[in-house]
């Protein structure tokens, strides 16, 4: 597998304060990895500057084999202003092929037929001429997922995609997720499920209160005195 991604001696923090420091993680095409971490441990200052909306104060994050910032569809925390968004799902799927239009004010045929595409692979077509505001909270990710396809064929990158939702939508988005991986999609997922990052991920990167505790294999974290730790500390086992 190639690498797509590369974060390298990474320090981020903001005004010239470090929240985070030694970051050394890599992602290579179809990887599936997880970042777990505390509240206020830099998960969501390192999603910004993958993203490139954000500097590191030293260091890098780069992006390798052609790849780069602008291809990853980004699916983040809903607000509640946003769970009350009052437009269709098709309008809101299609909204993930903007970068694409450029300066032209409507959508291609191409583009449309991306949009059709990536709400059959999440099984949401029967609700493309609904309202958004009016669906449950797991067809709503549902539906910001296939946006975030209609950006990208190559890299996902999820903010706490489960939040808010029941356990029987939390599965299913799981078993989603897993399913566009499998297809060949490489996953960055943020969460604070530990048990579900282990049984779906194929990588984890832990970050402690202000440095990078951990990062290889989902066997070797589980094996590890951190991932132990952490897991006993969340409660159950994780075959849970």
């Not at 797509?4 to 304060?17: F, K, P």
């Not at 780069?68 to 509640?80: N, R, V």
């Not at 993930?96 to 045929?109: Q, T």
């Not at 808010?164 to 997720?177: R, S, V």
């Amino acid at each position: 597998m190639s690498e797509q991604m590369i974060c390298a001696d990474a320090v981020l923090g903001y005004e010239g304060n470090a929240v985070t420091e030694g970051l050394n993680f890599t992602v290579s095409e179809g990887d599936y990895l997880c970042i777990l971490g505390e509240n206020g441990s830099g998960k969501s200052t390192l999603i910004k500057a993958m993203l490139g909306l954000k500097s590191v104060m030293s260091g890098e994050i780069r992006y390798v084999g052609g790849f780069s910032s602008k291809e990853i569809g980004y699916l983040p925390q809903q607000t509640p202003v946003q769970r009350d968004f009052p437009a269709s799902v098709r309008e809101i799927v299609q909204s993930g092929c903007l970068a694409r239009c450029g300066l032209r004010p409507f959508y291609s045929k191409q583009e449309k037929e991306r949009c059709a595409s990536a709400m059959r692979q999440l099984g949401i077509e029967e609700l493309a001429g609904r309202c958004y505001r009016e669906l449950s909270g797991g067809q709503q990710q549902r539906v910001l997922l296939a946006r975030a396809l209609c950006a990208t064929s190559s890299m996902l990158l999820l903010d706490e995609p489960v939040t808010g939702l029941d356990p029987k939508a939390q599965l299913e988005l799981y078993e989603m997720i897993a399913e566009l991986n499998k297809k060949g999609i490489t996953v960055i997922m943020v969460s604070h499920d530990i048990h579900m990052s282990v049984r779906y991920a194929s990588h984890i990167l832990h970050i402690g209160s202000n440095k990078q505790l951990f990062f290889g294999t989902c066997e070797e974290y589980v094996s590890s005195r951190i991932g132990q730790s952490f897991m006993l500390s969340e409660g159950g086992d994780e075959n849970e």
